[in-house]
């Protein structure tokens, strides 16, 4: 069982950064792909970013790639969001994922198992 807490989420000015986090309650922590999600009011969940097990790989959506990075703290168990030069239609509740262990890099939220509960990101104009 992957517990995942994220963190870091606030009301933010259009152009601003942010930073999420997102700490993880496994010790195999290493072994899993992670990823980041988001929700928004009346659209369905978007894939955002992934960053494999070995963390030698990163994937993003093509809206936010240039913008955000996805990077990872294997000894403490934590991957991270740097979302910068952000746009009002960034604002959304943000999930961190984690899939099965040794998976791939995958963009399908039916690729991860495991889900935190959210962290609202507001973007204003």
Same mark, same amino acid.
């Not at 030069?85 to 039916?110: H, I, M, Q, V």
């Not at 690729?111 to 507001?122: D, F, L």
């Given at each position: 069982?992957?517990?995942?807490? %994220?963190?870091?989420?606030?009301?933010?000015?259009?152009?601003?950064?942010? =930073?999420?986090?997102? +700490?993880? &309650? $496994?010790?195999?922590?290493?072994?899993?792909?992670?990823?980041?999600?988001?929700?928004?009011?009346?659209? %369905?969940?978007?894939?955002?970013?992934?960053?494999?097990?070995?963390?030698? =790989?990163?994937?993003? +959506?093509? &809206? $936010?790639?240039?913008?955000?990075?996805?990077s990872r703290d294997n000894?403490?168990?934590?991957?991270y969001l740097q979302m910068?030069?952000?746009?009002?239609?960034?604002?959304?509740?943000?999930?961190?994922?984690?899939?099965?262990?040794?998976?791939?890099?995958?963009?399908?939220?039916?690729?991860?198992?495991?889900?935190?509960?959210?962290?609202?990101?507001?973007?204003?104009?």
């Open positions: 069982q992957v517990q995942l807490v %994220e963190s870091g989420g606030i009301l933010v000015q259009a152009v601003g950064s942010l =930073r999420l986090s997102c +700490a993880a &309650s $496994v010790r195999t922590f290493s072994s899993y792909t992670m990823g980041w999600f988001r929700h928004s009011p009346g659209k %369905e969940r978007e894939f955002v970013a992934a960053i494999s097990w070995s963390a030698g =790989r990163t994937y993003y +959506a093509d &809206s $936010v790639k240039g913008r955000f990075t996805i000894a403490n168990n934590t991957v910068n030069s952000l746009k009002p239609e960034d604002t959304a509740a943000y999930y961190c994922a984690a899939s099965l262990p040794f998976k791939g890099l995958g963009s399908r939220s039916s690729e991860y198992v495991y889900w935190g509960q959210g962290t609202q990101v507001t973007v204003s104009s």
